[in-house]
T-cell receptor, first 111, second 113 residues
Framework: GENVEQHPSTLSVQEGDSAVIKCTYS??????FPWYKQELGKGPQLIID?????GEKKDQRIAVTLNKTAKHFSLHITETQPEDSAVYFC??????????FGTGTRLTVIP | DAGVIQSPRHEVTEMGQEVTLRCKPI?????LFWYRQTMMRGLELLIY????????DSGMPEDRFSAKMPNASFSTLKIQPSEPRDSAVYFC???????????FGPGTRLLVL
């Protein structure tokens, strides 16, 4: 199966600063690259995704960049706010249906 | 839409008892997934269904675990007999098409004493 690693495992930033989380994967056949946000006591929620034919995608303060050659993709959050505090998971998809979740990054935004 | 619905939200049981977790996917979604989340192992896919048919159950840890989907709007995950190491949060997720976005339910927090 896919070997997925996320870095860093924890990240603390001051409110208003940017946060970047990186995800590396092993299967070159991966073709779908989502990021999920999980708040305490809730299920993961998709926040942004990118497909293999695109290098970057942006949605307001959130962006995802993909480097297929190097087999990594990153989540960028600008102008961070306290409500961005959560655990973030990458989940590259290989094949039709399986998502392989990373180990998660706990982001804390300090007011 | 109400989203993916799971019940119960919390379950406390004693070792050896049978546990049944329930899931109602989003209407119109033809894929349903069961995940388990623990601190040690993170999020693990247990099994998924397409059009009510189990497609891949390679993530089911043992024969004590079984899952069914009798119709498009209902699925169960059963653990019999339960053990303390089964304690985890179990998530159900659904998706409309192959490769589309997965929508997760709120999870069932299971504690086996």
């Amino acid at each position: 199966g896919e070997n997925v690693e996320q870095h860093p495992s924890t990240l603390s930033v001051q409110e208003g600063d940017s946060a970047v989380i990186k995800c590396t994967y092993s299967d070159s056949a991966s073709n779908y690259f989502p990021w999920y946000k999980q708040e305490l006591g809730k299920g993961p929620q998709l926040i942004i995704d990118i497909r293999s034919n695109v290098g970057e995608k942006k949605d307001q303060r959130i962006a995802v960049t993909l480097n297929k050659t190097a087999k990594h993709f990153s989540l960028h959050i600008t102008e961070t706010q306290p409500e961005d505090s959560a655990v973030y998971f990458c989940a590259p998809q290989t094949g039709a249906n399986n998502l392989f979740f990373g180990t998660g990054t706990r982001l804390t935004v300090i007011p | 839409d109400a989203g993916v619905i799971q019940s119960p939200r919390h379950e406390v049981t004693e070792m050896g008892q049978e546990v049944t977790l329930r899931c109602k996917p989003i209407s119109g979604h033809d894929y349903l997934f069961w995940y388990r989340q623990t601190m040690m192992r993170g999020l693990e896919l247990l099994i998924y269904f397409n059009n009510n048919v189990p497609i891949d159950d390679s993530g089911m840890p043992e024969d004590r675990f079984s899952a069914k989907m009798p119709n498009a709007s209902f699925s169960t995950l059963k653990i019999q007999p339960s053990e303390p190491r089964d304690s985890a949060v179990y998530f159900c997720a659904s998706r409309r098409t192959s490769g589309g976005d997965q929508y997760f339910g709120p999870g069932t927090r299971l504690l086996v004493l």
